[in-house]
């Protein structure tokens, strides 16, 4: 589903920031 992409997603862009 795109909203578990999207989570995925955005726990890698708080991690690279």
Do not use: Y
Not at 1 to 17: D, H, L, N, Q, Y
């Amino acid at each position: 589903s795109e909203e578990i992409f999207a989570g995925a997603i955005r726990e890698v862009k708080e991690e690279t920031g």
